[in-house]
DNA sequence: TTGTAATAGTGATTTTTGTCACGCAGAAAA
DNA sequence: TTTTCTGCGTGACAAAAATCACTATTACAA
């Protein structure tokens, strides 16, 4: 299981077998059911995520009682609520498991200890930064530019997989437009 | 003028004097005027900027001839096309001055040498794109969770300098609304 | 087995937003 | 000065999407 951690990290800088002990020795695995929540909206953020196996979701509650999706976190991905986990406030989000998920738990500790004590893995969170953001700019793109159904048309090229593993309530979430609407696009 | 890079870096990392000569001599200074543009969509990306004074915006036109508002960019803002820039592809979007501005220009390849010469910058720079990533995220909860006028309203908020800098056509490019109905919400 | 959620489709209607058209004021250019 | 170009507001109408209501199906728990 610590294979896929390694395999991921060297995807984008390699490592020596020292150099991945140490890695590893700063993360800690928890299995959750799905439904489980890893993050709750209000309380504090230990650790960051890295997605083993399984499928998450980020969700936001607003005022209205409404829930939105802000994103999925699949194989190989990091999830968190970052801005409060970064800054060591409350949660405004929740973590919640869609499937029976595997991940590796990073404390916001041992994640500044990997960084300084390990420039590779800086290296490797910057990378991972960097896509994240490109990646974000990409989704804003798509509501600048796309219409519903063009934005449903995108993500089901972009994550096939998906559309197997999540109701379509929650892909509607995701999308920004209502259940409603969704069905009637995909029909 | 050197001295807002400065400062700016310095916000996050303390650096030496000779480091920060070592920092400085990686980027070079450029001038520009309203209306010019310093990357061409299609053209190559060759730097990624840092506003010292004026404003940017990051455009994307799309295949129906539109043009949206990606982001602005004021004084003390990174920007560039960073997908393009990373990748080392042509641009997909163009980067135009609203107003006459300075910027630092840092070359890909200077930026991967400030990143392994120091590892302070490195870590800059993993700042930066946390936060980035983080902005990014929120826009798009703004999009998930608020219609046209709340998003108005929270960028009015955000960023009230805009709206004194700029004309309300991009504003509402940026906001993912048409100017007529931009006009309508703030009458 | 029965009952209860969760999921999904669809009609009817309202609300929101976009599009097209026009006019006007001020800035910039000739 | 006159002319042209932007930016901005607004009316009329069309399109997109949300909301409300109801139904059917399936999965799952008691």
Redesign the pocket.
């Known amino acids: 299981m610590q294979e896929k951690l390694r395999e991921h990290i060297e995807k984008i800088v390699p490592l020596t077998d020292d150099e991945f002990a140490f890695v590893f020795s700063h993360f800690t695995i928890k299995n959750y059911k799905k439904r489980e929540f890893l993050i709750q909206e209000g309380e504090s953020v230990k650790y960051s995520y890295f997605v083993v196996s399984g499928l998450l979701m980020l969700i936001y509650n607003d005022e209205r009682g409404?829930q939105h999706i802000v994103s999925f976190a699949m194989e190989d991905w990091w999830e968190s609520d970052f801005l409060a986990y970064f800054t060591q406030t409350k949660a405004t989000m929740s973590l919640q498991c869609l499937e029976d998920t595997d991940v590796f738990c990073l404390l916001l500790e041992d994640y500044q200890k990997l960084c300084t004590g390990l420039q590779k893995m800086e290296h490797f969170f910057l990378i991972k930064s960097n896509n994240g953001h490109m990646g974000s700019q990409q989704r804003i793109l798509s509501f600048l530019t796309s219409?519903?159904?063009e934005r449903y048309e995108q993500l089901l090229k972009r994550y096939p997989s998906l559309f197997q593993r999540v109701?379509?309530?929650?892909l509607?979430s995701y999308l920004?437009?209502?259940?409603?609407?969704?069905?009637?696009?995909?029909?």
């Not at 109701?167 to 929650?170: A, G, Q, S, W, Y």
């Open positions: 409404k219409n519903a159904k109701p379509k309530t929650l509607a920004g437009v209502s259940r409603e609407t969704l069905s009637r696009l995909s029909s």
